[in-house]
């Protein structure tokens, strides 16, 4: 169900672009943004991506999460103990970001709504990824009439609400396209009515995105149910990462007096008076039961989690999500269909 949220003026972002407007912010991120995580990082992003390369680089005991297809059976016999083998990363890998362009994203202070802060997410790391070989690609849903129209890939179908598919390239120009198109994005009054589903968005990819690879699912999550289980699928097959927009007023109301609550996606209106303490009170723990619930499913989920609230400094919020992927060991392609020891059993037999 969607929520309701206080109308303000349609950000920067969301106006129709302007000549040169992708070009000037993807410059000034490469300034503000990447050049400084070089300085921090030494250029160094292999938690971004998580391939599955050919070249051994190193034994240890099977883990729960091992895919059992990787068990060295030599060493295993010898030792009495399931060990696999670990494989360095191919860092020729693609990455798809599934971009929810709803109009509840329109929601946050002037210049700094929860859809900038996914333009500057989306321009980063497309970049970073782009600079080093990686080819990177884009689904866009909620974008109504602003999206132009773009060929679907062969065999690909597009689900209602999925308005474009811009397939995998390594290029700055394909970044700049990208973003353009992301500026291009109409503000909530020119948007269609509608709640938001992403199943829809997350069912499209499933069917389109075939070789394994990274996927980005940028999102609000303000969402109608059932969305959990391809989020689930997508994660069985590919490295997932749900990077989830808020906006702290999302979570706690201040007492501001009487305001009008409007609702982006469906137009429906809601006067409330915020000097009610009990009724801010209430906001507040549904807001809370709401976040425990959410963050519930995208760990059920298998996705890795990346929260950006508005007022966030993006660049600190890069820094602390790479440093955490980097502690997570890699996660396998395929969950493992069968234990070691039920393995060791059926290769004895046969």
Do not use: C
Request: no cysteine.
């Amino acid at each position: 169900m969607s929520r309701s949220a206080p109308d303000a003026a349609p950000p920067a972002a969301s106006a129709a672009a302007l000549p040169g407007q992708a070009e000037r912010l993807l410059r000034q991120l490469e300034w503000t943004v990447i050049r400084r995580l070089d300085g921090l990082l030494q250029g160094d992003y292999r938690t971004l991506l998580r391939g599955g390369g050919l070249d051994l680089a190193d034994l240890r005991e099977y883990q729960p999460h091992d895919d059992v297809r990787h068990i060295d059976w030599n060493v295993t016999a010898r030792l009495a103990v399931p060990h696999v083998r670990v494989f360095s990363e191919d860092r020729e890998m693609a990455a798809w970001f599934l971009l929810d362009l709803s109009p509840s994203l329109d929601f946050g202070p002037p210049g700094q709504a929860k859809r900038d802060i996914l333009a500057g997410f989306v321009a980063v790391l497309a970049r970073l990824l782009t600079r080093h070989g990686n080819r990177v690609g884009a689904m866009l849903y909620g974008a109504g009439a602003a999206a132009a129209p773009s060929p679907a890939p062969a065999g690909a179908v597009l689900a209602p609400g999925v308005d474009a598919i811009l397939p995998p390239r390594a290029s700055r120009a394909h970044v700049l396209h990208l973003l353009h198109r992301l500026l291009q994005v109409p503000g909530p009054a020119a948007a269609p009515p509608g709640a938001t589903d992403l199943s829809h968005l997350l069912g499209t990819a499933l069917g389109t995105v075939r070789r394994r690879s990274a996927v980005f699912v940028v999102s609000d999550f303000i969402t109608a149910p059932g969305w959990e289980k391809p989020l689930a699928q997508l994660a069985q097959r590919h490295d997932v990462v749900a990077v989830r927009l808020l906006d702290p007023l999302e979570l706690e109301l201040p007492d501001v007096g009487l305001v009008t609550l409007r609702d982006p996606e469906t137009g429906d209106q809601l006067q409330v008076d915020t000097r009610d303490k009990a009724f801010r009170h209430r906001f507040a723990r549904l807001a809370a039961q709401r976040e425990a619930a959410l963050r519930e499913s995208l760990a059920r989920a298998g996705a890795d989690t990346l929260e950006l609230a508005t007022g966030d400094d993006l660049l600190d919020a890069l820094v602390r999500f790479m440093e955490l992927r980097g502690r997570q060991p890699a996660k396998p392609a395929y969950r493992a269909p069968a234990s070691p020891t039920v393995a060791v059993a059926a290769a004895r037999a046969a």
